[in-house]
Structures are given as structure tokens and as C-alpha cells.
């Protein structure tokens, strides 16, 4: 199976440590995006990345979350100084940039609990 | 800026019944319309998507939804649901302009009942 894989599945830390997620995109998807997904809520627009550049970042990403994709290949998500408010699901999702091949295909997420 | 409006956080239905989830958005641009339907304890998947041309689409499970331009809605439907089809349904937009962010809405939770 090839399709999108996060690691880790769960990630418990306690307030105030750094935490990093890896997402692998499908490998001939150029688009890469992360979403954050809290309880009874649809999956929020965080960050996405045309191979290696970072095209858009969404307001409610503060300063102490980083993404990354260096080689336009997988990526990393980055929060330093968790917060409680941080403890949510984490998505990514990869896709082909030209229409009609819109369709993101997700990964089965990163569940955050931050203590 | 796009927005999108799914009026019922949730829905019980009987087996074999029709069922219909609503979304509603609203964007200055033209946009790209989806559902996704989140199946227990399984990752996001596309259920059905607009691009453009026929404003029905269908997916293969037997739901469909229509584009409506005029009312900016783009409901999903089925005729006869199967317990099967229990899970969360996302409606979600794209614009057609600037960076494809895409925005989903809360979410839909379709219960099919015995």
C-alpha cells in the first residue's frame, strides 16, 4: 500500500516540550498539506507546500509551529512549547496539483494529548 | 475567503430510508466542491467531488449530491442507506484562484439505525 503514512499514531507529552510529526505523501504527489482536527470540529487548513515551498500558512499557526519539506518529498510539523490547547488530531494529506487530480488523500493522523 | 455550513451536526436514520446532509458555503470566487466521509476509526476519504461540467455527481456507493450555483449548496443525498454507511461526513470547498486551501465544514455524523 502506498498511500499517505504518519508517524507517530499517538503522541503524549507533558506542557512545554517540543514535539515533531512525519508525514510521507503519496511519492508522485506534489502537494503536501497539514490539518489540524479537534473533537466534533472538520479538519482545519494549518500549512500546505507545492513540492518544497511553502505556498501558505494559515493565521492560526502560531510562531511556535514549523512545517517543513526539504527535499519536496515528506514533511515535518514542528510545535515547540506544547500548549494544552495544542492536543488535537494532526492531518496530512497529498495530492497532484493540476486539476482535475484536486482529490487529497489523508493519512490516518497523529492524535496529540499534551498534559 | 471561503466558508462552509453543514446545518445538522447529526442524523439518525433507519435502513433503507433516503437521507440528505446539507451543506451550504459561500465564496467571492468560483470553487471546487467535496464530500469526505470519515468511516470509525478510519482516516478521511473523498466520497464524491464537482470540478466542473454536470452539475450531478455521483459516487460509487450510491450516493450523489448536485451543485447548485444559485442557492451556493451542494447536498448529498442517497435514495436507501445501509448501516454500513454510518460515519462522518465533511463537505468541503476549494477556491479556483490563489493558494487551493481548502476548508471543510463541522462535519455531519450519519447514525443508520436497524
Known amino acids: 500500500d502506498t498511500g499517505v503514512s504518519q508517524n507517530p499514531r499517538h503522541k503524549i507529552t507533558k506542557r512545554g516540550q517540543n514535539v515533531t510529526f512525519r508525514c510521507d505523501p503519496i511519492?508522485?504527489?506534489?502537494?503536501l498539506y497539514w490539518y489540524r482536527q479537534t473533537l466534533g470540529q472538520g479538519p482545519e487548513f494549518l500549512t500546505y507546500?507545492?513540492?518544497?515551498?511553502?505556498?501558505?500558512k494559515s493565521r492560526l499557526l502560531s510562531d511556535r509551529f514549523s512545517a517543513e519539506r526539504p527535499k519536496g518529498s515528506f514533511s515535518t510539523l514542528e510545535i515547540q512549547r506544547t500548549e494544552q490547547g495544542d492536543s488535537a488530531m494532526y492531518l496530512c494529506?497529498?495530492?497532484?496539483?493540476?486539476?482535475?487530480?484536486?482529490?487529497?488523500?489523508f493519512g490516518p493522523g497523529t492524535r496529540l494529548l499534551v498534559l | 475567503a471561503q466558508s462552509v455550513t453543514q446545518l445538522d451536526s447529526q442524523v439518525p436514520v433507519f435502513e433503507e430510508a433516503p437521507v440528505e446532509l446539507r451543506c451550504n458555503y459561500s465564496?467571492?470566487?468560483?470553487?471546487?466542491l467535496f464530500w469526505y466521509v470519515q468511516y470509525p476509526n478510519q482516516g478521511l476519504q473523498l466520497l464524491l467531488k464537482?470540478?466542473?461540467?454536470?452539475?450531478l455527481v455521483e459516487s460509487i456507493n450510491g450516493f450523489e449530491a448536485e451543485f447548485n450555483k444559485s442557492q451556493t449548496s451542494f447536498h448529498l443525498r442517497k435514495p436507501s442507506v445501509h448501516i454500513s454507511d454510518t460515519a462522518e461526513y465533511f463537505c468541503?470547498?476549494?477556491?479556483?484562484?490563489?493558494?487551493?486551501?481548502?476548508?471543510f465544514g463541522t462535519g455531519t455524523r450519519l447514525f443508520v439505525k436497524a
Open positions: 494529506a497529498s495530492s497532484l496539483a493540476a486539476e482535475p487530480k484536486l482529490t487529497q488523500y
Open positions: 511519492s508522485e504527489h506534489n502537494r
Open positions: 507546500f507545492q513540492n518544497e515551498a511553502q505556498l501558505e
Open positions: 465564496s467571492s470566487v468560483s470553487v471546487y
Open positions: 464537482y470540478l466542473s461540467g454536470s452539475t
Open positions: 468541503a470547498v476549494t477556491s479556483h484562484t490563489g493558494g487551493f486551501k481548502t476548508i
